[in-house]
């Protein structure tokens, strides 16, 4: 209620007024779906907000989803993965929350930069404008400048054009001091731009307990009643569950909590998230949704492809083994993208991948055969600094000498040429600098852009850039095309100047940047898979279009595992 009495009337009231008489002249305004959660974190509101995004994109909608983040990090790249699981890059080179790798595997829609919006980015574009005199020596305040500012870029998305709907996940839980401000700006924006095209999902929890055999709503209620103290009232419920929801329960929820009962949606645990659709539409999400909005189906929905996708996870007719070697491998989701990528291959060869997470620093020459000899595949993860490195650049070696299929990412690759030039060219003192400094042998090292960078934040080669193949590579077949654009994000780079002896020794460099040269891929010739990229092929993988390297080397892991098996 505080937030209330803050507002400046006149400021607001004017502010509404015209944004109310813009929107209402618009044509064909986009629908706004807000998704909050509530009782605790980890309830999935990423995999709701895809799902359901998914299930409207399937009725005919061009949608999108943005992610809201309440933290005042300026973006997720400056974190640590064991803080917040994985960074995702989009094309056009924004560092951004793991969220936005789901949406894109369910959507197989690029998203950008508009759609990952953290705290640090509102006050830093305030406090700049601050800076810059632009508020007319007003104070400058929560509300309304930020509150303003989070409406601004909820509009911006929608005034594109592009989309017909867009649903903005609001991250952390409702009654977070953090997400207060966010939850305001989403009461105003409702008003301002017209309840007939806003909707707001809340995702709760209703825990099943034991000793009293029962399934609980009064989590759900409290953290609704949170939410209406912040002048909201949400539209629809959905119950993450680990029990089937009873009309008892589901009346109780839409009784105390205003919402019609067809409004209580029970979202039950899956044990594959790309099923979380199918659920969702089994409860009529969709259709409520869509009802609420006044939107009605433009295409009948076709699941064929999801469905058989589904059908061949759940029973391959075999199995293969990768070994993810990291130096974050204590959260998995440090490498969402990759493990997903890897998933989402398998069922094209009617493979179920497992993957086996090895701690890069526990691997030396003396228990490599140990850790390393049963794998049908070896995937070698990105990462900066020196920590588990010397670990990664045995594991390449193993891959090689052993004929082990090998994808190397991003550091994955830097550390395959620091193996080959030590190793097989028989460089001595061969490093990469981000390591070594001053090694005699800097096979890998600081991109001529990159010298004079000093910020950490968003100043690394990010994004989408051109890369030739070359004819008759490996990977040219594996893509089956000659030029590719794949995303990236490094300081590092092949030091071209070892380019000539290290094809000459066997290792090819089959992928160039055209107007840099930059290397972008690295193959062995003489191995039946042993391919590392300078980019991550991962940011590209979805459920519609698995990327064609991680088709390719679950395939290879497959061929080895039969071979040895003969
Ligand atoms: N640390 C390396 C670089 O900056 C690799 C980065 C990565 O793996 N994403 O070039």
Redesign the pocket.
Known sequence: MVFFQAVKPEFTIFAAIINRSNYRSMKKPAKYIFVTGGVTSSLGKGILAASLAKLLQMSGYRTTIQKLDPYLNVDPGTLNPYEHGECYVTDDGAETDLDLGHYERFLNVPTSQANNVTTGKIYETVIQRERNGEYNGKTVQVIPHITDEIKRRLSLIGDEGKYDVIISEIGGTVGDIESLPYIEAIRQFRYDYGEEHCLVIHLTLVPYLQAAGELKTKPTQHSVKSLLQSGIQPDILVCRTEHKLPMEVRTKIARFCNVTLDSVIENANASIIYEVPFLLAKEHLDVVVMRKLGMKKKTEPDFSYWKNFIATMKNPSDEVTIGLVGKYVELHDSYLSISESLTLAGPRHELKINIEWIHSEDITVENDDRLLGHLDGILVA???GSRGMEGKILAARYARLHKIPYLG???GM?IAVVEFGRNVVGLADCYST?VKEKAKNPVIYLMPSQKEVTQLGGT?RLGSYNCNLKEGSKVQLAYGEKKIQERH?????FNNKFQKEFEAAGMQMVGHNPETGLVEIIELADHPFFIATQF?PEYKSTVENPHPLFIAFVKAAHVRKESLSE
Not at 489 to 493: D, K, M
């Open positions: 990105p990462g900066f990412i991003c550091l830097q981000e690394m994000r490094h300081r590092y780079e991550h």
